[in-house]
């Protein structure tokens, strides 16, 4: 077999990537990424001298490039996680958010549509999604893979659009497609701008922890190792046209969650208990922010018998002491140095 990993030099690709080629020493797994501000090769130093893998960098919003890297390597199958992902970004530049998470997989599904229409038989196209395509739940309830579109902001309104662009090239040409919309993701080798990572960078260095409003919104947590496992599961077993919603029953108002940051890091770091409380800034709060998120995996859970590994306090933990063990890892992406590692490794662009 072999596999192309969209966006594998990211957060969630290069657990993927990992999983894939360790787990699967006989299948080869091309990364295929542009390298953004998100994407960094590092996130993959430990597997990338693993023979099954390789990397190509490119940019899905180049359709002629696609096409003649599918013609060339003839993929088996696609796992898409290349995006913008970072939803304060994308109200700040919708377009790019556009242009990458909507054209880009056009692109995708146009360059597999063509290099499998003569025979699809074994092949498919996964597409990774987001809960943040439900929109926002009030107190009650939870997101089914039965529940409506509602986008809010340009990030999941892109994710939104994309989505139903793979069920089109599905529904038309009848192309093997299967989708998973997995809640918020935490664990190592996250970008230090989503709030896990950028909190514990700045308890780290004593900086202001900014809240957004007044803290309430409430967010479903899973470890990025668990959601690599369900994307296993779903790419091997999943049945071709269905969604499959990932979550983690992990629901964690932003301000307890960040209390207890505060209080592992304090633990951590030898600091007094309440110290890295005193950091909690309350700011403005972020525009059309969604209230809650809660995903229903029981269809994940039921058909494929997933279930989350680890409870959140044991894979918060783990990830601070990752953090806190891979200083030179967090140096390096805030100095922005980590983008000088593609030359290192491949020669100067
Ligand atoms: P990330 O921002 O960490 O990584 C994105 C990767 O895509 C980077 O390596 C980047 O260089 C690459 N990329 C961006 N534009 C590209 C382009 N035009 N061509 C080629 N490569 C490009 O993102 P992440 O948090 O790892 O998310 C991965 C996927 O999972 C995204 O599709 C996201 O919507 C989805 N998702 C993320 C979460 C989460 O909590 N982070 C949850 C659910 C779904
Ligand atoms: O739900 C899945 C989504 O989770 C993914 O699709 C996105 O790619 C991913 O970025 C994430 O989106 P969120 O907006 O939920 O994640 P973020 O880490 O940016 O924010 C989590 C919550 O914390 C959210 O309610 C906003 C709040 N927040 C965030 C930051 C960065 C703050 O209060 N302060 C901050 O500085």
């Known amino acids: ?192 701008e989503k709030l896990i990572p950028l909190f514990i960078n700045n308890i780290i260095q004593k900086k202001p922890l900014p809240v957004y409003g007044k803290g309430e919104n409430i967010r479903d947590w899973l470890w990025v190792v668990d959601h690599a496992e369900a994307i296993d599961l779903i790419y091997h077993q999943g049945k071709t046209g269905e969604t499959y919603n990932i979550g983690g029953h992990n629901e964690w108002s932003n301000i307890d969650l960040i209390r207890l940051l505060c209080r592992i890091m304090d633990n951590k770091l030898g600091r007094t208990s309440g110290e890295s409380e005193k950091l909690i800034t309350f700011v403005t709060d972020r525009a059309g922010h969604d209230l809650r998120y809660a995903i229903d995996s029981s269809k994940l859970q039921r058909e494929l018998g997933w279930v989350p590994s680890i409870t959140f306090e044991k894979g918060v933990e783990r990830t601070v002491e990752w953090y806190l063990s891979h200083d030179e890892w967090l140096s390096n992406v805030t100095s922005g140095s980590y983008q000088h590692y593609y030359d290192e490794m491949y020669g100067v662009r």
Not at 106 to 135: M, P
Not at 160 to 189: E, K, M, Q
Request: hydrophobic share 35%; net charge negative.
């Open 1 to 192: 077999m072999h596999i192309l990993v969209t966006g594998g030099a990211g957060f969630i690709g290069s657990h993927v990537v990992r999983h894939f080629l360790t787990k699967y020493p006989s299948s080869t797994i091309t990364n295929l990424d542009c390298l953004t501000y998100a994407g960094n090769l590092a996130n993959l130093r430990d597997v990338e001298h693993l023979p099954n893998y390789r990397f190509v960098k490119g940019d899905i919003t180049d359709g002629d490039f696609l096409m003649q890297l599918f013609e060339k390597e003839r993929f088996d199958g696609v796992i898409h996680l290349a995006a913008e992902s970072h939803v304060d970004r994308s109200i700040a530049n919708p377009t790019a958010f556009v242009v990458t998470n909507v054209l880009g997989t056009v692109n995708l599904l146009n360059a597999a549509k063509a290099s499998w229409q003569s025979n699809s038989e074994g092949k498919r196209f996964y597409h990774i999604s987001t809960d943040e395509v439900y929109g926002s739940l009030g107190e009650e309830g939870m997101f089914t893979e039965e529940t409506p579109y509602a986008p809010h902001s340009p990030y999941s309104a892109s994710k939104a659009s994309s989505d139903h662009f793979v069920r089109a090239w599905h529904d038309t040409f009848g192309l093997p497609v299967v989708i998973s919309n997995c809640s918020n993701n935490y664990g190592s080798f996250q970008f230090p």
